[in-house]
């Protein structure tokens, strides 16, 4: 396990309940502790009603297998989603400073040839700003888009390779 991930209550359970290999195993009390103590924070920090904690930790109290245990916290445990969002906004930083040097170093170099060509006066080097910076500028404005879209495919791949379905 990459200890600079946070993977939030999965660890504590006898086996992941989210891997497809321990999702039949019969969930353990320690197991159902897990989950009513994730419930409990959720009710305590008000992301839960009473109802909606009474009827889960009903369900805990009632699943048979591992497999039937996730589907109650995945929505409550924050630390795997904001993981997946730092990695996801990590990812944007560096197409935006890969659009920032793809801009300026061409532009750069063009500006560069064309001041020292004698007797360009059409300043050419504005195509290659145009081209270059319509990419950065787009990097810029779509970047909750662009981060979004990155989480969804963390995401996608994180349950693959758990063995869900890939959503």
Avoid at 5 to 30: H, I, K, N, Y
Wanted: glycine share 8%.
């Amino acid at each position: 396990m990459n200890p600079a991930r946070p993977r939030g209550p999965w660890e504590q359970f006898t086996q992941d309940p989210r891997r497809s290999e321990s999702r039949p195993l019969r969930a353990s009390d320690r197991d159902r502790d897990v989950v009513h103590g994730v419930l409990a924070e959720a009710y305590v920090d008000g992301r839960l009603t009473k109802e909606e904690h009474d009827e889960r930790a009903a369900a805990a109290g009632a699943a048979r297998t591992l497999g039937e245990l996730p589907a109650l916290i995945e929505d409550l445990v924050p630390q795997l989603a904001a993981g997946l969002h730092e990695r996801a906004v990590e990812r944007w930083e560096a197409q935006r400073r890969q659009a920032v040097s793809g801009f300026l170093v061409p532009t750069l170099i063009c500006w560069a040839i064309w001041v020292a060509l004698p007797g360009s006066f059409f300043p050419w080097p504005l195509f290659v700003m145009l081209g270059t910076g319509a990419h950065l500028v787009r990097v810029l404005v779509l970047r909750q888009d662009i981060i979004a879209e990155e989480q969804r495919r963390l995401e996608k791949r994180e349950r693959r390779a758990l063995g869900g379905p890939p959503g």
